[in-house]
């Protein structure tokens, strides 16, 4: 089956230092792969998408993510957080020829000052 | 010239009521969807409309029902609410069912 799991229901880190929100997909063709993010009370913001072009993908706010296939992974990493970096992280893959985006189960991150 | 628009933002209602959330996107996108995401925060898809015409339902009850007038907009019915319908549904909109944006949520409220 084709899906996306994201390894950490909640991250903590210190502002300042690195973030690394963990997703793994499983799909038998090369997928489509994005990070959104929802801070409290609003909407999702798309922060980058794969879309087998580049494996190393920026994104706004200094977020990036890589593509890696024989890890079945798309890591979103930040060298250093802020705190204004603190929401729900969600990472996400579109099912090929259905249209749909599916969606991992979140990622809260919090940024400790 | 907000891209996906969704109205209302809050929702309070008792059960048993009817109520709708409307969606408009100015993207000229093809394809438009709902989204409930649960007090868990998981996020799934309920329906998808391509060109005005429904592509994915997602084993919804039939107390819900989307209706797409024409490609901008893509609203939510909602029958005889129930306290699990509580949740916040977002909109979303994409060209070929590519990336998405999404609408700001609207809260509904079961009480």
């Known amino acids: 089956a084709q899906s996306v799991t994201q390894l950490d229901s909640h991250v903590s880190v210190s502002e300042g230092t690195p973030v690394l929100l963990r997703c793994n997909y499983s799909s038998s063709y090369s997928p489509s792969l994005f990070w959104y993010v929802q801070h409290p009370n609003k909407g999702l913001q798309l922060l980058l998408k794969y879309t087998s072009a580049a494996t190393l993908v920026k994104g706004i706010n200094g977020f990036e993510a890589e593509f890696k296939k024989s890890e079945t992974s798309f890591h979103l990493t930040k060298p250093s957080a802020h705190m204004s970096d603190a929401a729900e992280y969600f990472c996400a893959f579109i099912i090929q020829g259905a249209q749909k985006l599916v969606f991992g189960q979140g990622t809260r991150l919090t940024i400790n000052p | 010239d907000t891209a996906v628009s969704q109205t209302p933002k809050y929702l309070v209602t008792q059960m048993g009521n009817d109520k709708s959330i409307k969606c408009e996107q100015n993207l000229g996108h093809d394809t438009m969807y709902w989204y409930k995401q649960d007090s868990k925060k998981f996020l799934k898809i309920m329906f998808s409309?391509?060109?005005?015409?429904?592509?994915i339902n997602e084993t919804v009850p039939n107390r819900f029902s989307p209706k797409s007038p024409d490609k901008a907009h893509l609203n939510l019915h909602i029958n005889s609410l129930e306290l699990g319908d509580s949740a916040v549904y977002f909109c979303a909109s994409s060209h070929q069912g590519l990336q998405a944006f999404f609408g700001q949520g609207t809260r509904l409220t079961v009480v």
């Open positions: 409309y391509n060109n005005k015409e429904l592509i």
